[in-house]
């Protein structure tokens, strides 16, 4: 079992920025495949972003050159860096680990929201 908590919303203004994290439990965080996903009520939980344990990373989108994706596999941690904050950005954003060592596994986080607005 592997336990997410995230960290990092909040209420920013259009065009700021906000960092979100989420610490992960187990001993194998260096080989988890990583992922932060949004959900506004009513929609479907959508991609943001993923890092893959070699470090290689996608997006989509909607966030392409505004989020960052990252890991510190020492401390157990992926942030995703969010810039140029738009009102559509507004979602409860979750943490996802794919797990594949000792046992497989996919977990998620509890949420944090992130408000964008005046």
């Known amino acids: 079992q592997v336990q997410l908590v995230e960290s990092g919303g909040g209420l920013v203004q259009p065009g700021g920025s906000l960092r979100l994290s989420c610490v992960a439990s187990?001993?194998?965080?260096?080989?988890?495949?990583l992922g932060w996903y949004r959900q506004v009520t009513g929609k479907q939980r959508e991609l943001v972003a993923v890092?893959?344990?070699?470090?290689?990373?996608n997006y989509a989108d909607s966030v392409k050159g505004r989020f960052i994706i990252s890991r510190d596999n020492a401390k157990n941690t992926v942030y995703l860096q969010m810039n140029s904050l738009k009102p559509d950005d507004t979602a409860v954003y979750y943490c996802n680990a794919d797990v594949r060592v000792p046992t497989r596994g996919n977990y998620w986080g509890q949420g944090t929201q992130v408000t964008v607005s005046t």
């Open positions: 187990g001993s194998f965080f260096s080989t988890y495949g």
């Open positions: 890092i893959i344990s070699s470090g290689g990373t």
